[in-house]
């Protein structure tokens, strides 16, 4: 520009340049441009930041153009003389300015060309690496094993890998533009869905396990995470879902539980986990009351097989036991395998500890019948100890020693038997069980027996029937009175056979004393809350009635008072069942059930019997005989017949009388009889 410009000057002289001071200007002007140059590039800039390092390299470059221009003036000169030679070695400013404006636009070009050039370069080496970084995106997208699904902001699919396929079976042109709903496998309700895009929308992240369907049906487990991409305005507009099939990570989970949780030849429950379950349920017990048992029990006789047929042959033996102990208790119940050829049983709702001789019995006779071992018959049986919650311990290690304790007293009291850790429990579950055996002996050997105890009318004297009372004469123990047996006997449900035995004994005495006596009166028998309550007890009515050929009117049948107060519903529709047949009914023990007036007077019943525990003091207690006289009362205004018990003397007979009780029964009369001696009783009254 400097060169150029004095060319244009127009005077009367010629300028001349030095050419020493004009490669000096140059130099001048190319070593600042350089520094210029370096203040600006990234090292220096780094140095210098921002806007200060421009400035400087402004500063600099401003310099050396300065420098140049006044460098160069400072090498011109002038002849004055226009027909003068130049100087010898001058430089012409015209011919300067040629060689910088050639060299400039050479050099411009060369620059320009050098900076596209190396731009080019630039682009295409990032366009290589970023060609290089897709197609190892697109690879690891591809052959990673985890299943990748990408869906856009409304969850609808956009692409999936190969892994995706593998793992749901489904082709990525069967789900594109779907939602993952495709997978659901309807084990997961919508609050666990709105709670999982709840925390991806909130957190941008979400990780969890989750059981999802293969397009073969399959339910399989999942471990999955999902990422959210956000647009700039942090909005979501992708989210990135990678899962992995966890099915064999399960079954190695399931394995794990088992072998430290189970034991690996029975497949019971082993000691760790037993000890589990006894916490849990005290835990529970002692939240909600009731009463829980713990036994063990010891093979008898293990030892000999296991030695004499070898090892094998005992675990399967011990396999085929815990079998039969597992199929004898409840699914509620835990039985376990301790180790070697002691068991554990957790039995919980126990009404009371009693009931828990009734399992041990059980799973005596579970254990009872030989056991086919690989063509080998082997026999053991068991030794049992029984501890209860809370009398025998308040926690899982009290009980467990206890019950240990009771199977070793089994073992020394000659096996195959069951011990409580307490002994009066023991005698007194030994005596119930006895009676019980007895009881279904009796049903069998005939063993039971029906006694007779005459009701009299109170005006004439005259029999005008008989109640039915059950005895039972044991070979050992002799006669043995209802009140001994007949509670278990409900509880055991062996009053539905004894009931049915002795509805058809009394009515097939009916018919003997019709035929043979021409005593037509009625036999009254006592009815138990189980008959009842089993739904079809008017047929067996109808089938005792039938078989003795005895009409209707020939059997009256007693229910309490108690029962009828607690089975309202149900005993009213028995009674209205037996009334449309013809047979009447009694309320049996009147005024100990504390019936409701209101109901009363809407019970189809005949007749009304006073309890003898309000006759036994008349007519001295006053309280007992305004009972009785209300009673009576009550009985006559409601058309029913009343009828005492218990009339032992002759002032409770005159005062019954008078006060117009209809009947009455006791030892007044005649005490129960065996029926021949009944018959012999009538037939003597009667001379």
Request: hydrophobic share 45%; with cysteine.
């Amino acid at each position: 520009m400097h060169y150029v410009g004095m060319t244009a000057m127009r005077m009367n002289a010629q300028v001349r340049y030095d050419p020493g001071l004009f490669m000096l200007a140059l130099l001048c002007a190319v070593v600042l441009a350089i520094a210029a140059l370096s203040i600006r590039s990234q090292p220096v800039a780094s140095r210098v930041r921002g806007r200060w390092s421009g400035a400087v390299a402004a500063l600099v470059m401003g310099g050396a153009i300065t420098g140049m221009h006044y460098t160069a003036m400072f090498s011109a000169y002038f002849v004055r003389d226009e027909t003068a030679r130049a100087v010898t070695g001058s430089l012409d400013p015209a011919f300067l300015a040629t060689i910088v404006i050639l060299v400039s636009g050479l050099l411009i070009a060369l620059v320009l060309s050098a900076t596209v050039a190396v731009r080019y370069l630039d682009v295409v080496q990032r366009l290589r690496r970023a060609n290089d970084e897709l197609r190892q995106a697109a690879s690891v997208f591809d052959h990673t094993a985890e299943g990748i699904m990408v869906t856009d902001a409304a969850a609808k699919i956009l692409s999936v890998n190969r892994a995706f396929t593998w793992v749901t079976g489904y082709a990525a042109s069967e789900v594109l533009g779907q939602t993952p709903k495709v997978l659901g496998s309807g084990r997961h309700d919508e609050n666990f869905y709105r709670a999982l895009w709840a925390t991806l929308l909130k957190t941008g992240h979400w990780e969890g396990e989750v059981w999802n369907r293969r397009k073969n049906g399959e339910i399989y487990p999942e471990l999955l995470t999902i990422n959210a991409i956000r647009d700039k305005h942090g909005a979501p507009q992708n989210f990135v879902a990678l899962f992995r099939d966890i099915t064999q990570l399960k079954r190695t989970q399931e394995e794990l539980e088992r072998l430290a949780h189970f034991d690996a030849l029975t497949g019971l429950p082993n000691r760790t986990l037993l000890g589990e379950r006894l916490h849990h349920a005290l835990d529970r017990i002692r939240r909600s009351g009731g009463e829980l048992a713990v036994m063990v029990l010891d093979l008898d006789g293990f030892k000999t097989v296991n030695d004499s047929l070898g090892h094998p042959t005992g675990d399967r033996l011990l396999q085929a036991i815990a079998q039969r102990l597992a199929a004898a208790l409840r699914a509620e119940d835990t039985v376990a395998r301790l180790g070697g050829d002691e068991f554990a049983v957790i039995l919980e709702d126990l009404k009371h500890g009693g009931d828990a001789a009734e399992v041990a019995r059980k799973l005596l006779l579970s254990l009872a019948e030989p056991v086919d071992v690989g063509g080998h018959s082997a026999l053991v049986t068991v030794s049992i100890g029984i501890a209860l919650y809370p009398e025998d311990g308040g926690d899982s290690i009290a009980l467990l020693k206890a019950a240990d304790t009771a199977m070793y007293q089994s073992k020394q009291t000659g096996r195959n038997t069951f011990h409580f850790h307490h002994s009066d429990m023991t005698l007194a579950v030994r005596r119930r069980l006895d009676m019980e055996e007895g009881l279904r002996r009796a049903l069998e050997g005939d063993e039971l027996e029906v006694w007779y105890q005459p009701q009299v009318d109170l005006a004439s004297g005259a029999v005008i029937g008989a109640e039915a009372l059950l005895r039972w004469r044991d070979p050992r123990a002799g006669l043995i009175l209802p009140n001994e047996f007949i509670p278990l006997a409900e509880e055991t449900g062996l009053i539905i056979a004894i009931g049915d035995w002795v509805l058809n004994a009394a009515a097939a005495a009916a018919r003997r004393w019709r035929e043979q006596f021409g005593w037509h009166w009625k036999v009254s028998i006592n009815i138990a809350g189980p008959q009842i309550e089993r739904g079809d007890f008017h047929f067996s009515v109808l089938r005792a009635l039938g078989g003795n050929a005895l009409p209707a009117e020939a059997l009256e049948l007693e229910i309490t008072e108690t029962f009828i107060m607690h089975n309202a519903d149900n005993a009213l529709e028995v009674v209205r069942q037996l009334r449309a047949l013809g047979i009447k009914t009694a309320i049996d023990d009147f005024g100990t059930g504390y019936s409701s007036l209101a109901y009363l007077k809407h019970l189809p019943i005949d007749r009304l019997k006073i309890d003898r525990g309000f006759v036994k003091d008349l007519p001295g207690d006053r309280d007992d005989a305004a009972i009785v006289a209300a009673v009576i009362a009550l009985g006559a205004s409601l058309g029913y017949t009343v009828i005492a018990e218990g009339v032992e003397t002759e002032a409770q007979r005159d005062f019954l009388r008078r006060a117009g009780c209809d009947q009455g029964q006791g030892y007044l009369f005649s005490p129960p009889l065996p029926m021949a001696e009944f018959e012999a009783w009538v037939r003597e009254r009667e001379r």
